[in-house]
Nanobody, 124 residues
């Protein structure tokens, strides 16, 4: 059964860093692409970044140069390293999986399986 679970959220001051984890179960990372999304109150869900089944990575314009996606295949986990966090990065962060995206992945919320989300709050 396909499952993903996010962890690592919290409260951080502007300019700080956090690393989110997306632990996958029921599949391996070469079988499914993983997308990261976030949703702030009263805003539409936004694609943050994704990694395709072949390892191609795509970032949203608002996070390029600050956020980095990496993987640990032994742990079947995808990480989202977030640096220089700003208040506008506040929101619930979700990871999602889909087997469709092999060579590239979209930043659209058209993924099959979603986690429960982890809250990230950037505030002084």
């Amino acid at each position: 059964q396909l499952q993903v679970a996010e962890s690592g959220g919290g409260l951080v001051q502007p300019g700080g860093s956090l690393r989110l984890s997306c632990a996958a179960s029921g599949f391996t990372l070469d079988e499914y692409a993983i997308g990261w999304f976030r949703q702030a109150p009263w805003r539409q869900r936004e694609g943050v970044g994704c990694i395709s089944r072949s390892g191609s990575i795509n970032y949203g314009d608002s996070v390029k140069g600050r956020f980095t996606i990496s993987t640990d295949n032994a742990k079947n986990t995808v990480y989202l390293q977030m640096n220089n966090l700003q208040p506008e990065d506040t929101g619930v962060y979700y990871c999602a999986a889909d087997e469709m995206y092999y060579s590239a992945c979209p930043l659209l919320d058209e993924y099959e399986g979603w986690g429960q989300g982890t809250q990230v709050t950037v505030s002084s």
